[in-house]
């Protein structure tokens, strides 16, 4: 009932930058958080950045001063740019978001990933 479809991956030299873009579907009526997170090849996924409905911005410190993240409600899309992109960037990178669907209690929901490769 719930799509997050990414887009905006690829590979990038170091130094270079990136927009990834998250657009939410379904039978949304409300979404509370949207974010990215991160998951490198044998490491654990971790947060990258979250916004809230109200505009509240949380950042993982590898991704402060570096990745911007931005939210248009209207369209329940999400953004991050990403800057001064290093090779430790180099993951899969999720859409998440916590939101309710039309009678559904509210629930987190993942997107595919898209891949963010760093060389340097």
């Known amino acids: 009932q719930v799509q997050l479809v990414e887009s905006g991956g690829g590979l990038v030299q170091a130094g270079g930058s990136l927009r990834l873009s998250c657009a939410a579907s379904g039978r949304i009526f409300r979404i509370n958080t949207m974010g990215w997170y991160r998951q490198a090849s044998g490491k654990q996924r971790e947060l990258v950045a979250t916004i809230t409905s109200g505009g509240r911005i949380d950042y993982s410190d590898s991704a402060k001063g570096r990745f911007t993240i931005s939210r248009d409600n209207a369209q329940n899309t999400a953004y991050l740019q990403m800057n001064s992109l290093k090779p430790e960037d180099t993951a899969i990178y999720y859409c998440?978001?916590?939101?309710?669907?039309?009678?559904?209690?509210?629930?987190?929901?993942w997107g595919q990933g898209t891949q963010v490769t760093v060389s340097s």
């Open positions: 998440y978001a916590r939101l309710r669907v039309i009678s559904i209690p509210e629930y987190d929901y």
